[in-house]
Structure formats: C-alpha cells, structure tokens
C-alpha cells in the first residue's frame, strides 16, 4: 500500500558522474518536495513543486535539478554529485493548505 | 526561509515518565506545525499537527501545545512506552505555500 514511492532504495555513483533519483505517488497530490536529509541531522528542504510551479530554495545548489513531468513523477538530478552529496534523499507530497506531507522511504546515495 | 529550533537533542526517560520536546521558529507566517516519528531506517510519519487558530491539541498519550506570541510549540508524550523510542521531528510551515521547514530532531531513548 506505498503511496509515496522512491527509486532505487540505495545508489551508488562516482564522484562527477550525473545520477537520477525517482519519486512516484499514487495520492494524486499537488504538491511534491524533495529533502536532502544527512546523518542525525534534520530534512533540509531542496525545492518543491506546487502543480506544475517549481519553487527552489535559495541556498539550494545549483547542481540540484528537478523535473515534474506529471503529477505523479518527480525526479532529482544531480549534475555531478560531489562527496558533500552523499545524504539520504527524501521524497514527499502533500495537498495544498498545509496539510500533512506523506514520505517516501527515500534513496540513500553514496558517492565514491 | 523559516528557522525552526529544536531541543533536547537526545532525551532519554524511563517507561511510564513523560516526553517533552520543544521548538521555536522565527516566521510570524508560520500556521501549520506537524511532528513526525521517524524510527530508524523508516521514513517520517506524522503524528500529530496543529494549526496556527488552535492552542492545544491531543492525541490519546500525545498532546501538543502552541504559543503564538512566544513563537514555540511543544510536543507532550505521556506514559511513555519503548516502542515510543525514535527521533522526532517538528516542523513549521508557511502561509499557504505548503513549505515544510523541519528542526534539527530529537532522539527519544524509552528505557524499560
């Protein structure tokens, strides 16, 4: 009964090499978020979508991307990930007026 | 963005005692505040919200409390049992842009 789907569960990539992490839903949410989330440390907010509106947060990287094709895709693109990457990266929707985010099981990547 | 404080980092109580954990955040534009569990290697899942026209909401064992003014809202758990050991996130959200910022977490040890 996943309702917020992350893939793949682990990735491995080297340093430099672009990768692509996936989020699926099947809440039909309008809202969907990406968290950057390191070890015993708080998610920290990467961008989010609200419809089809990409809203990037100011401290953001610029090697963070994000594509929404539709309402049920998200993905994040990582340019060329740097070993200050490596997190568990976490995917979430909601509906709008702030209701509760739903959470995916999130991606941990590893860079070496 | 939003700053949201939170302390204890680590709390740790004996079964039956009670949990308070605490969080201030610095945006008046603040007016939705979920708390989430989050055990190890799962994802976050909400446990409780409350909105900003609201001052005090409970959950069976689970109570939050809001203060506008002070700017801080407090999570309460009660008759505390091991299953409750986890790390707990607050978070604030703004206006109605659906922007979830989160604190740093605490680490609740339930000790039989």
């Known amino acids: 009964d996943a309702m917020v789907i992350q893939n793949p569960r682990y990735q491995v990539t080297q340093f430099g090499k672009p990768v692509t992490l996936s989020c699926s839903q099947t809440l039909n949410h309008n809202v969907m978020y990406w968290y950057q989330q390191k070890s015993s440390q708080a998610p920290k907010l990467l961008f989010h979508y609200y419809d089809k509106d990409f809203n990037n947060e100011a401290d953001t990287p610029d090697n963070f991307q994000s594509r929404r094709p539709n309402t049920s895709f998200c993905f994040l693109d990582i340019r060329s990930p740097g070993l200050g990457d490596a997190a568990m990266y976490l995917c979430?929707?909601?509906?709008?007026?702030?209701?509760?985010?739903?959470f995916g099981q999130g991606t941990r990547l590893t860079v070496v | 963005g939003e700053n949201v404080e939170q302390h204890p980092s680590t709390l740790s109580v004996q079964e039956g005692d009670s949990a308070v954990i605490k969080c201030t955040y610095s945006d008046s534009a603040s007016n939705y505040f979920p708390w989430y569990k989050q055990e190890l290697g799962k994802r976050p899942q909400l446990i409780i919200d409350?909105?900003?026209?609201?001052g005090e909401k409970k959950d069976q064992r689970i109570a939050v409390t809001l203060n506008k003014t002070a700017k801080h809202f407090s999570l309460h758990i009660t008759e505390t049992q091991p299953e409750d050991s986890a790390v707990y996130f607050c978070a604030a959200s703004i206006g109605n842009f659906n922007k979830f910022y989160f604190g740093s977490g605490t680490k609740l040890n339930v000790k039989p």
């Open positions: 409350i909105r900003s026209n609201v």
């Open positions: 979430a929707t909601s509906r709008s007026g702030n209701t509760e985010a739903f």
